[in-house]
């Protein structure tokens, strides 16, 4: 069973549609907890970085962590066609490497 | 603020040659990262360094990749040989001993 678990989609929404991402996990030691998101022939780039269990909100964006079901979401509002990419989560014990999980690969259709 | 910067960005070798990559992370981060990233799949760390030192080369297969970071800024890290399963982009990351890490575009490897 791989650490972090990620459902790879791909997902495809209709623009200003509210997507929801997600990720499990399954070491409880990890306490930082990262979403990026990467276009395409681009390197990953960091959206949103939280370390405690709630929400964490960045304008259309709001980052979810339930330490207790280990799990971690993402949501994004009114969704635009820029959106389209693919949002990888991460995590980390630590300054240490990032866990990331597979990715899901978003389209939003104008 | 130049971002960390990778080159090339695409290189086409057939097996059995050697390949370097290089990256010069952001001025003034002490962390540099290398990670695999296979198509479909999230980036799996290679090595980090703290300055020159390599602190957690745990994954990096060390019969064929090597890297290297003289003087603690940028960073080269070599295939040889290269196999057909090392086709993959090639990330580098820097970070300032923080939680984030900044990622470079990538060198896109194929070989043939």
């Known amino acids: 069973q791989k650490e972090v678990e990620q459902d790879p989609g791909p997902l495809s929404v209709p623009e200003g549609a509210i997507v929801s991402l997600n990720c499990t996990y399954s070491?409880?030691?990890?306490?930082?907890f990262m979403w990026y998101r990467q276009y395409s022939r681009k390197g990953p780039e960091l959206l949103m970085y939280?370390?405690?269990?709630g929400n964490k909100e960045d304008g259309r964006f709001t980052a979810q962590v339930d330490k207790s079901s280990k799990y971690i979401s993402l949501f994004i509002r009114d969704s635009q066609p820029s959106d389209s990419a693919t949002y990888l989560c991460?995590?980390?014990?630590?300054?240490?490497?990032?866990?990331f999980g597979t990715g899901t690969r978003l389209t939003i259709i104008p | 603020e130049a971002g960390v910067v990778q080159s090339p960005r695409y290189k086409i070798i057939e097996k059995k040659q050697p390949v370097a990559f290089w990256c010069n992370p952001i001025?003034?981060?002490?962390?540099l990262y290398w990670y695999l990233q296979n198509l479909g799949q999230g980036p799996e760390l290679l090595i980090r360094?703290?300055?020159?030192?390599?602190?957690?080369d745990s994954q990096l297969p060390k019969d064929r990749f090597s890297a290297e970071r003289l003087k603690g800024v940028d960073s080269t890290l070599k295939i040889q040989p290269a196999e057909l399963g090392d086709s993959a982009v090639y990330l580098c990351?820097?970070?300032?001993?923080?939680?984030?890490?900044?990622f470079g575009p990538g060198t896109r490897l194929l070989v043939l």
């Open positions: 990351a820097s970070s300032s001993g923080s939680e984030t890490q900044y």
């Open positions: 070491n409880s030691a990890f306490q930082y």
């Open positions: 939280t370390y405690s269990s």
């Open positions: 991460a995590m980390m014990v630590g300054n240490e490497k990032l866990t």
């Open positions: 001025s003034g981060h002490n962390t």
């Open positions: 360094y703290e300055n020159e030192e390599a602190v957690d």
